[in-house]
């Protein structure tokens, strides 16, 4: 894979990007066949040629799979579409890969593949049993959102999380999302504030990636938002698949919602909606009620691959260092997998006014990781 990494090194990575984003749109039921008929032609090496087959392979084998990759190519936008590429395929993962271990070594820190950054807990619902409360104190100021997101581009960190509150309370962020168009914000939101104007913007910026918080249907979350804004969220999810924007959905995981969440009564509305990726969120602090046990979580683990196997849907558990805000997620996130039979925890930490504020992002990881 390096060597073919190292022959595409011969043309500008974001020239690579946006013909391909070009291809796949021209013919989105056709666009992977005809990138890989193209890749026949200028590509000679012949291990890149088998593991390129491999791909295809795959991909051919996989029904899912490639209803996957058609709903992303048909519902996205091309803006939404190079950027996430850009960003996530060269930046942060070819690109970044490296730069991230250079700095490691020369700062004697772990850097992290993301950064959670949690800007304050201003927050447009007062969700019933929340305790969620806007305090100035918190909220971090634009101008360290915007060095903590340059400082962290420098050693090669590409995707930032942002939580709240809501962030999307805070227009003045979308300045933030422009100047650093080659960094993926994946904005955790309750989704209200998805109107049409802001869903124009996020569309035209194409770096944002909401992520709605949703942990059941209408019956299950009744107990703390009313029915007319659980409607309201759901319109949001129409719009932005409207504007053609990449979003998903956030899960809180617990006791009570855990077979629900996971079967096709929640996903596949989800997917005639537009979301592309589901990320639940467990946490094992807070009230035990909200905490699975070992065998919920194999359970859960075992549904998601299920729904990975067979859904046009991507999946992922990841856990969160904090107990839960009511329906939300703050702090920082772990991501547990295993790889050549060994466990790996990926840890992404949280930065906030409280750990961070006024101190260089390398000072901020060292004592976190102290
Ligand atoms: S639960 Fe989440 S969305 Fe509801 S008020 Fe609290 S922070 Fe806001």
């Known amino acids: 894979m390096m060597n073919f990494l190292n022959n595409m090194n011969l043309l500008p990575k974001n ?3 946006a013909n391909i984003v070009e291809v796949l749109k021209e013919d989105p039921d056709n666009g992977v066949e005809k990138l890989y008929e193209m890749s026949g032609t200028f590509i000679t090496d012949s291990q890149i040629k088998a593991i390129i087959g491999q791909i295809k392979g795959y991909y051919d084998s996989h029904p899912s799979i490639k209803r996957y990759v058609k709903n992303m190519i048909y519902n996205t936008n091309k803006t939404c579409l190079n950027h996430f590429l850009q960003n ?24 992290p593949h993301s950064l959670v950054i949690n800007i304050g807990m201003n927050c447009s619902l007062a969700c019933k049993g929340c305790l969620c409360k806007s305090d100035p104190s ?9 060095r903590l997101v340059a400082e962290a581009r420098e050693l090669g960190i590409h995707i930032i999380v942002l939580t709240g509150g809501d962030p999307l309370m805070n227009d003045s962020l979308f300045k933030v999302y422009e100047k650093y168009d080659d960094m993926e914000f994946i904005v955790l939101t309750n989704g209200v504030l998805l109107n049409d104007q802001r869903c124009l913007a996020l569309s035209k910026l194409g770096n944002v990636l909401p992520l709605v918080t949703l942990e059941g249907g209408g019956d299950e979350i009744k107990q703390y938002i009313e029915p007319s804004t659980y409607q309201e969220i759901l319109a949001s999810l129409d719009r932005m698949k409207a504007h053609g924007i990449l979003f998903g ?14 079967s096709d009564d ?9 979301s592309r990726m589901n990320w639940y969120v467990t946490t094992s602090h807070g009230a035990p009620s909200e905490q699975l046990g070992a065998n919920e979580l194999s359970e859960l683990e075992a549904r998601i691959s299920f729904i990975r196997q067979t859904r046009p849907y991507v999946t992922i558990v990841l856990e969160s260092g904090n107990p839960f805000i009511c329906r939300c997620v703050v702090g920082p996130l772990l991501f547990h997998y295993d ?13 906030s006014v409280k750990n961070s504020q006024n101190q260089p992002l390398i000072q901020v990881l060292r004592k976190i990781q102290s």
């Open 339 to 351: 790889f050549n039979g060994q466990h790996h925890v990926l840890f992404f930490p949280q930065l």
């Open 249 to 262: 959905v956030m899960t809180p995981t617990k006791q009570s919602n855990l077979k629900f969440v996971t």
């Open 88 to 111: 996530i395929a060269v930046k942060e993962l070819w690109e970044g890969l490296s730069i991230r271990e250079q700095m490691s070594q020369k700062y004697s820190v772990n850097v």
């Open 266 to 274: 929640f996903i596949l509305p989800l997917i005639r909606k537009g």
């Open 15 to 17: 020239f690579i990007v």
């Open 138 to 146: 918190l909220a971090m100021p634009l101008a360290e959102i915007d």
